[in-house]
């Protein structure tokens, strides 16, 4: 059954649209958006798919195809968080509204091929979609960059993360067979040719199925940690401190965990750079290295990764990869490993055999490939 037709049998009556906003993969620029520095996902082929009809009473009724049941109906002024996936989408039309944007009510119904807690940002793809559906069905006019704002508020308030701005951006700006070189001060934005395959090179997404939740503190101090670099450095954000000033900022730093997260942040911003300039110079396999060390730097500096990622990403390069790295939040989640296209087999059978002798669940692993950002469907 379709998203429209599930849609008619919960609701009665078509729905007005259907809209999709995908889930991403980051390649590198970990930690950096709130740190005003650059980031570069891009859309993974997996999307959150919602049918969506407008309504003018105050009332909005939500339903996911993942939770059985009746629809969850909430009045608009009275929204409050309920720790559950309803505030993904709830949030955004209180976002809206809090902007000043009409937006009267909505009957939803989401179906989305996202793996959540796999550092896919499945929230960012619920949020993107909402606002895309409310933004056209109560004609609001909003760019793309300005739903982005508003899902990230949403988060941030709402939901109560407090993350940046790259996967809402990611999730409603990319496009197909590009990477999204984001400036995340400014939300200035280049879309990077991004076609592997016909490289003869695949990314693999590893996805450990170790869950993790951003929302569990540790993600808040390291963006704490970054505020009090920055703060101590008299910076308005770490991307202020040149990579060619590294040493002398490290040296005006007491703490040794500040200076380690500043490190992680400005060195990060530079292999961001650095791999721009190899996939403009057409020297797409020389990113593996520098996506390696950013591997090293979000382990050893950020220290944000766990024994599976780190598992992923040593089995990953051992058997061939050309680099590999974590990707997103940390404490779990994906990895992502760049092969040749005639060793992915080997690399995706060797992960297999590594995380059984380590005794671990399975990882799930898949090639993504640059995909459209959000977009309507019908
Ligand atoms: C999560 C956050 F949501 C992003 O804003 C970003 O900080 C990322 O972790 C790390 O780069 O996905």
Redesign the pocket.
Known sequence: MSAAEAFEALYGGAPDGVWAAPGRV?LIG?????NDGF?MPFALPHTAVAAVRRRDDGVLRLHSADVPGAPVELRLDELTPSGSWTDYVAGVAWALRDAGHAVGGADVHIESTVPTGA?L?SSAALEVVTALALSELCELGLHRWQLARLCQRAENVFVGAP?????QTASACCTDGHALFLDTRDLAQQQIPFDLAALGLQLLVVDTQVKHA?SDGE?GKRRAGCEEGAAALGVTALRDIAYEDLDAALDRLDDAEVRRLVRHIVTENRRVERVIELLSAGEVRAIGPVLTEGHASLRDDFRISCPELDLAVDTALSSGALGARMT??GFGGSAIALVESSSADTVTKALAAAFTEAGLTQPRVFPAVPSSGARRLA
């Open positions: 980051n970990e930690h950096t958006d709130y980031v550092g940002s993350t940046g701005i790259m996967d951003h993600y997103g939040g």
